[in-house]
């Protein structure tokens, strides 16, 4: 994600996506499934768009425009995806109708040729990965699944609709992580190469690494003058407090209305390129440990500290470490996700109620290379573990155990142990440069494998799409 969305839709399916992150491997440590490398940007606070006016919509003429391997691709799926990007963005709004209709047949022509790739690879995503995905979204977006759903329904798309995209976004990241993330490694010499590089002034596109943190304040959908001048001296006031020397983690904590707020907002030092433009701008001439903002958003207004800035290969700034550790359970066709989910409520309540031990359960049940610590994943640093973990493990407080959590590799029960302040050390550091060389090879080799992906597809075109 690189900017705020102002639509719901978009925003959901943009955090679908970001949850696609390869594997990776812990700095120093033994594989484990759920780290990987910081690919993807620090979590948006999201707006939900006010709901239409009502006004029915007018549905195309209902033909077929193309066959994917014999699947038809209707005029009514075109001209849905056209309408929802013209409402969505504004580029869109403003590019030629054929134009864009042609764009979009393309990319639904694309989607489905890997759609079908993943069915015949066997990748399914299961009704309770979904729901999980749906509060996320709401979470991100500060409302209920309740509202979420209302909204949802205000925007034009039915819930079975949404859920639908929700589904074939983690179908075709779950694709794409297997068919290209996965395969992707960056070997010592290449890291050492782009260090030197870098020092000697040779590599003029390294880009640049920042982390940032945040207070958050929120402003209500539709709010009045007032309540928008309310929030706007509320986020100075705490800009102050942070400026007069106070903590900005305890801070954000006690203020902040983000999810990130547990963990003293800290947002996770990545390339600038994965922050929105809007904190990157506000924050490009604040020194290290320096305040900016409040700046206001769609959704609100952000005080934002510069916890570490400079390019990929530099040693300096302070990252928000976590120590937690979990236990997996695996699903395959011995278990469900039902059913790994209800014997982790279990193990949760023995832990609660001390007729049983963390690290004992998770050393005799965890399906994980961590099983042998008792499930301990270390001190890991921002961005290290998939997005649907670490989402959970930022609004967790030290001895807290979370719900049962659905991911990519199965079901996770996550104990967040600590939280400590400490600079990057140098095997963290050229890890931080392994993934950003890594993440440079993904973007590369997915283009080409998209690529590949279509021109095995036997596709005809019939009609052209009209409104």
Same mark, same amino acid.
Not at 123 to 131: A, Q
Not at 192 to 221: H, M, S, W
Not at 416 to 434: D, H, S
């Given at each position: 994600?690189?900017?705020? *969305?102002?639509?719901?839709?978009?925003?959901?399916?943009?955090?679908?996506?970001?949850?696609?992150?390869?594997?990776?491997?812990?700095?120093?440590? $033994?594989?484990?499934?759920?780290?990987?490398?910081?690919?993807?940007?620090?979590?948006?606070?999201?707006?939900?768009?006010?709901?239409?006016? %009502?006004?029915?919509?007018?549905?195309?003429?209902?033909?077929?425009?193309?066959?994917?391997?014999?699947?038809?691709?209707?005029?009514?799926?075109?001209?849905? /995806?056209?309408?929802?990007?013209?409402?969505?963005?504004?580029?869109?709004?403003?590019?030629?109708?054929?134009?864009?209709?042609?764009?979009?047949?393309? /990319?639904?022509?694309?989607?489905?040729?890997?759609?079908?790739?993943?069915?015949?690879? %066997?990748?399914?995503?299961? #009704?309770?990965?979904?729901?999980?995905?749906?509060?996320?979204?709401?979470?991100?977006?500060?409302?209920?699944?309740?509202?979420?759903?209302?909204?949802?329904?205000?925007?034009?798309?039915?819930?079975?609709?949404?859920?639908? #995209?929700?589904?074939?976004?983690?179908?075709?990241?779950?694709?794409?992580?297997?068919?290209?993330?996965?395969?992707?490694?960056?070997?010592?010499?290449?890291?050492?190469?782009?260090?030197?590089?870098?020092?000697?002034?040779?590599?003029?596109?390294?880009?640049?690494?920042?982390?940032?943190?945040?207070?958050?304040?929120?402003?209500?959908?539709?709010?009045?003058?007032?309540?928008?001048?309310?929030?706007?001296?509320?986020?100075?006031?705490?800009?102050?407090?942070?400026?007069?020397? &106070?903590?900005?983690?305890?801070?954000?904590?006690?203020?902040?209305?983000?999810?990130?707020?547990?963990?003293?907002?800290?947002? $996770?030092?990545?390339?600038?390129?994965?922050?929105?433009?809007?904190?990157?701008?506000?924050?490009?001439?604040?020194?290290?440990?320096?305040?900016?903002?409040?700046?206001?958003?769609?959704?609100?207004?952000?005080?934002?500290?510069?916890?570490?800035?400079?390019?990929?290969?530099?040693?300096? $700034?302070?990252?928000?470490?976590?120590?937690?550790?979990?236990?997996?359970?695996?699903?395959?066709?011995?278990?469900?996700?039902?059913?790994?989910?209800?014997?982790?409520?279990?193990?949760?309540?023995?832990?609660?109620?001390?007729?049983?031990?963390?690290?004992?359960?998770?050393?005799?049940?965890?399906?994980?290379?961590?099983?042998?610590?008792?499930?301990?994943?270390?001190?890991?640093?921002?961005?290290?573990?998939?997005?649907?973990?670490?989402?959970?493990?930022?609004?967790?407080?030290?001895?807290?155990?979370?719900?049962?959590?659905?991911?990519?590799? %199965?079901?996770?029960?996550?104990?967040?142990?600590?939280? /400590?302040?400490?600079?990057?050390?140098?095997?963290?550091? *050229? &890890?931080?440069? *392994?993934?950003?060389?890594?993440?440079?090879?993904?973007?590369?080799?997915?283009?080409?494998?998209?690529?590949?992906?279509?021109?095995?597809?036997?596709?005809?075109?019939?009609?052209?799409?009209?409104?």
């Amino acid at each position: 994600m690189t900017h705020f *969305r102002s639509s719901l839709t978009l925003a959901c399916l943009a955090l679908v996506a970001a949850s696609a992150g390869a594997q990776g491997v812990r700095p120093g440590g $033994g594989i484990t499934d759920i780290m990987r490398s910081p690919r993807f940007a620090a979590p948006e606070t999201l707006r939900a768009p006010a709901p239409t006016s %009502g006004v029915p919509v007018q549905r195309a003429a209902e033909f077929i425009v193309a066959l994917v391997n014999s699947e038809p691709i209707t005029n009514t799926e075109v001209m849905v /995806r056209v309408d929802r990007l013209v409402r969505e963005n504004a580029e869109a709004e403003r590019m030629p109708r054929g134009e864009l209709t042609r764009l979009v047949l393309e /990319r639904l022509i694309n989607e489905r040729a890997q759609l079908q790739l993943a069915k015949e690879n %066997g990748i399914k995503v299961d #009704d309770l990965t979904v729901d999980q995905a749906e509060e996320n979204v709401a979470r991100q977006n500060q409302i209920t699944v309740t509202e979420l759903r209302r909204r949802v329904i205000a925007e034009g798309l039915t819930q079975t609709e949404f859920r639908n #995209d929700l589904r074939t976004q983690l179908l075709l990241t779950r694709l794409r992580e297997r068919e290209v993330e996965s395969r992707v490694k960056i070997s010592d010499v290449e890291v050492e190469q782009y260090i030197q590089d870098q020092r000697k002034g040779t590599n003029a596109a390294a880009p640049q690494q920042i982390n940032l943190a945040q207070v958050f304040i929120e402003v209500p959908e539709n709010a009045t003058n007032a309540q928008v001048a309310a929030a706007q001296q509320k986020a100075q006031g705490i800009a102050q407090r942070a400026r007069s020397g &106070e903590d900005f983690a305890k801070l954000a904590r006690e203020l902040s209305d983000a999810s990130d707020r547990a963990a003293g907002g800290a947002l $996770g030092l990545r390339s600038a390129d994965r922050y929105p433009p809007l904190f990157v701008d506000a924050t490009q001439s604040t020194p290290l440990n320096g305040i900016a903002g409040p700046v206001r958003s769609p959704a609100g207004f952000h005080v934002l500290k510069v916890l570490a800035k400079g390019d990929a290969g530099a040693t300096d $700034g302070v990252v928000t470490q976590t120590q937690a550790r979990h236990i997996l359970l695996r699903v395959d066709d011995q278990r469900t996700t039902a059913q790994a989910i209800a014997q982790l409520a279990e193990y949760k309540r023995r832990i609660e109620s001390g007729t049983a031990d963390f690290a004992s359960l998770a050393r005799d049940n965890s399906q994980d290379a961590s099983a042998k610590a008792g499930g301990d994943l270390g001190w890991t640093r921002p961005g290290q573990f998939v997005p649907e973990f670490e989402e959970v493990l930022n609004r967790m407080s030290p001895g807290q155990i979370s719900d049962p959590v659905v991911s990519r590799f %199965g079901v996770h029960l996550i104990q967040l142990v600590g939280r /400590r302040e400490a600079k990057l050390t140098q095997v963290e550091q *050229r &890890e931080a440069t *392994r993934a950003v060389l890594r993440e440079k090879r993904i973007a590369e080799n997915l283009e080409t494998w998209m690529q590949e992906v279509r021109a095995r597809a036997y596709v005809e075109y019939r009609d052209a799409p009209q409104t």
